[in-house]
């Protein structure tokens, strides 16, 4: 069965898990194509992704920033968890009183009240930065500069190391 992703989009978020790097990706319709949808002032609205980056990956995802734009190809996985009622609470809109109620019950019952929850992520392969945001430059700190004892006597004064190549 073929299970390949090919996805490009610009990061709306990113966070750390275990090991693991994620990546929140907005995602728009190419032109011309089906699907499309607007926000009724003629912008497109963005589909949203989550990419799992392990590895290697999670390494090269460690230097991306929020509204850099980039180009994964991976696998789709699912996971499956438990949300337990308290943490749905949390994040939970509507009436206060309702909610304030529900808040006494999972202080009472605890985790015991828990809603199965199904994710479905792209686990990368190959990660592409296409194009990056402009980031401020923070001046790089003066190095040390290392100094070598002579060979023929621990006493001798210590010789300067020769100069670093110049970075360029």
Request: proline share 7%.
């Amino acid at each position: 069965m073929l299970n390949e992703i090919h996805v490009e989009g610009v990061i709306a978020a990113r966070w750390r898990y275990g090991e693991a790097e994620f990546l929140r990706i907005a995602v728009y319709s190419d032109p011309g194509r089906g699907g499309r949808r607007g926000d009724g002032s003629g912008r497109d609205l963005p589909d949203y992704v989550t990419l799992r980056c392990e590895g290697l990956h999670a390494l090269a995802a460690a230097g991306l920033r929020e509204g850099d734009r980039v180009r994964a190809a991976g696998q789709l996985t699912s996971r499956e968890y438990d949300i337990p009622l308290a943490a749905f609470l949390k994040k939970a809109r509507g009436d206060g009183g309702i909610l304030e109620a529900l808040r006494g019950q999972a202080a009472q019952h605890g985790d015991e009240v828990a809603m199965p929850h199904v994710i479905n992520e792209i686990l990368v392969e190959r990660l592409a930065a296409l194009q990056r945001v402009e980031r401020e430059e923070t001046p790089a700190r003066p190095g040390r500069e290392r100094r070598r004892r002579s060979a023929s006597s621990s006493s001798a004064p210590a010789e300067p190391a020769p100069p670093a190549p110049a970075a360029g």
